[in-house]
């Protein structure tokens, strides 16, 4: 149903904004957003700057990528490149698979949203140590679970789409 990912999607958006916001406000004058081997810090920002940066990358960037997935096909159909376009996209069934790529599209969202909300935690945890220091084993399994959620959304897709009924 495509109800519930829609609204997980902007519950994403509203809730992980403020937590952003909540939790930058302890944040040095001077962030370090960048780090190296071993976890040091070799970047800086400052807070305001680094504030602006993290809230457009939680939201603007799920926007942009869950629209171009989801909202475009509707307005572009003759663009879709997906297996077995005519059969998923005959008249019959056009609206469904619209809707279910509106659906993956919206859990694409998701995930994009909750990896920048790990990250900004991460930065924020880093920025309490002197000196500013990424703990990388989090680090390691925050990419790894993001990689994992991105190779099952892609694989969903394909299955999804891979032979027609």
């Known amino acids: 149903m495509i109800v519930i990912p829609r609204l997980l999607f902007v519950l994403a958006l509203v809730v992980v904004p403020v937590l952003i916001y909540a939790t930058s406000t302890d944040l040095p004058a001077r962030v370090a957003t960048h780090f ?5 810090a070799n970047g800086w920002m400052p807070r305001g700057g680094y504030l602006a940066f993290m809230l457009a990358m939680a939201t603007l960037l799920p926007l ?5 997935t989801g909202f475009i096909p509707r307005i572009a159909v003759s663009q879709i490149k997906i297996a077995n376009r005519d059969h998923w996209l005959a008249p019959a069934r056009r609206e469904q ?5 509106m659906s993956h599209a919206c859990w694409l969202g998701i995930v994009l949203t909750l990896f ?4 900004h935690f991460m ?3 880093a920025n309490e140590r002197v000196p500013a220091r990424l703990a990388e084993p989090q680090f390691f399994v925050l990419m790894g679970v993001f990689v994992a959620l991105l190779v099952l959304w892609i694989v969903g897709m394909a ?3 891979r032979r027609a009924l």
């Open 36 to 40: 190296g081997s071993g976890g040091r």
């Open 64 to 68: 942009l990528v869950a629209g171009l």
């Open 97 to 101: 698979t619209l809707a279910w790529l």
């Open 116 to 119: 920048m909300a790990g990250l």
């Open 123 to 125: 930065i924020v945890q």
């Open 159 to 161: 299955v999804r789409f």
